[in-house]
Each structure stands twice: as structure tokens, then as C-alpha cells.
Antibody, heavy 121, light 106 residues
Framework: QITLKESGPTLVKPTQTLTLTCTFS??????????VGWIRQPPGKALEWLAL???????RYSPSLQSRLTITKDTSKNQVVLTMTNMDPVDTATYYC?????????????WGQGTMVTVSS | DIQVTQSPSSLSASVGDRVTITCRAS??????LNWYQQKPGKAPKLLIY???SLQSGVPSRFTGSGSGTDFTLTISSLQPEDFATYYC????????FGQGTKVEIK
């Protein structure tokens, strides 16, 4: 059974850097084709894909946020970390991590519960 | 970037109604279109992948169709537990979500 859980601060100040951790179980991020992505959702708004890291350490970023994002993995700990710099109140959102299957075009089939992050001074 | 546009943004329907939601991509994405259901305060749940494949455990009243740029999610007979927001997502080139369709009780 695949599970994912996000953790990190609930409140950050403007200009600070946000660091979120996704801890997962039930799969290995060294399996060919598998990935873990991050998606966010501002209150009352739509989902927005942010970043994804592949089993082979390949990385993809949203073009609109690429300059602010870094995604890394620790395979031994079953964790994926997302950092977002220069946080702004518009970044207030629920942040989800999700499992992407081994097929190149596979969807995000299993999601974490999400963690709400508020950006405010 | 590939954009995906959903319509309508919201709809009101009754239990038992047939409901159709459409999604249009800004360029051809073959069949790499997925549908998710999200209920308030919960994470999205995958319903349909690759345009028409039903995710395990999802009721058969949910069907997906389409290819290229135009796609459809149909709920054949709306049930009380189906009132939620639905999102399409393309996975052909990175990942992009539609704006969502909120299905409300009439």
C-alpha cells in the first residue's frame, strides 16, 4: 500500500524560504520510471503542478516557478524535499505530494493528505 | 506550455442525472488526459487515466473519452457522493490541471 505524507511549517514570513518534506512508503524511488511530484492549491482555487523528481534524479519544474523551486530526494529515507524561495502571501496554499507511476505518461495516482502553508508577516 | 480548459466551471444537477464535463487542450496530447475528483478538505482522487481507463475501485458510472485536444468525463447517473469538484490534467508534456468543475446539488 502506497502512502505519502507532507510535513513542514504551517506559517512562513514573506521573503523566507519554505522547506517541505514528503515521506512515503509502499514504493521505492529507485524503481525505473517512478516519480514524486508536488502540487499546490490556494484556498478556493485550482490545482497547480510545481515540480517532480524521477527515480534517476531527473527533475522537472513548473516554468512559471522554476527559478524559486528546488526538488531533491533521499532514497534511503524515502523522502522528497521541496524548497521554495522568496515566499509571498500569494503562495498561501495547501501543498500536496503525489506518486507518479512508472509509465512515462502515468498520472498522479496516490496523493498525500496535504499540508496547509500560510505566508504572512 | 500546454494549457487545458475545462467547462463548465460549475453545474447544478440532481441525483440520477447524466453529467458531462469537457476539457480542451491547447495542442494535441494524444490520450494523455486524466480526471480527478476532489471533495472539500480532501486530496484529489484519480478517477480516469489515459483518457478512458478507469482507475481501480472507481465506479463504472464514470467514463472518459476523447483524444487529441478534446476530452469528456461523463457520470451516467449522479449519486449523492459524486457532488464534488472535478479536474482534468494533461500528462503529455509535464503536467497541467484544468480550472476545475464544481458539481453542485440542484
Amino acid at each position: 500500500q502506497i502512502t505519502l505524507k507532507e510535513s513542514g511549517p504551517t506559517l512562513v514570513k514573506p521573503t523566507q524560504t519554505l522547506t517541505l518534506t514528503c515521506t512515503f512508503s509502499g514504493f521505492s524511488l529507485s524503481t525505473n520510471g517512478v516519480g514524486v511530484g508536488w502540487i499546490r492549491q490556494p484556498p478556493g482555487k485550482a490545482l497547480e503542478w510545481l515540480a517532480l523528481i524521477y527515480w534517476d534524479d531527473g527533475k522537472r519544474y513548473s516554468p512559471s516557478l522554476q527559478s524559486r523551486l528546488t526538488i531533491t530526494k533521499d532514497t534511503s529515507k524515502n523522502q522528497v524535499v521541496l524548497t521554495m524561495t522568496n515566499m509571498d502571501p500569494v503562495d498561501t496554499a495547501t501543498y500536496y505530494c503525489a506518486h507518479k507511476g512508472p509509465g512515462f505518461y502515468d498520472p498522479f495516482d496516490i496523493w498525500g493528505q496535504g499540508t496547509m502553508v500560510t505566508v504572512s508577516s | 506550455d500546454i494549457q487545458v480548459t475545462q467547462s463548465p466551471s460549475s453545474l447544478s444537477a440532481s441525483v440520477g442525472d447524466r453529467v458531462t464535463i469537457t476539457c480542451r487542450a491547447s495542442q494535441s496530447i494524444s490520450s494523455y488526459l486524466n480526471w480527478y475528483q476532489q471533495k472539500p478538505g480532501k486530496a484529489p482522487k484519480l478517477l480516469i487515466y489515459a483518457a478512458s481507463s478507469l482507475q481501480s475501485g472507481v465506479p463504472s458510472r464514470f467514463t472518459g473519452s476523447g483524444s487529441g485536444t478534446d476530452f469528456t468525463l461523463t457520470i451516467s447517473s449522479l449519486q449523492p457522493e459524486d457532488f464534488a469538484t472535478y479536474y482534468c490534467q494533461q500528462s503529455y508534456s509535464s503536467w497541467t490541471f484544468g480550472q476545475g468543475t464544481k458539481v453542485e446539488i440542484k
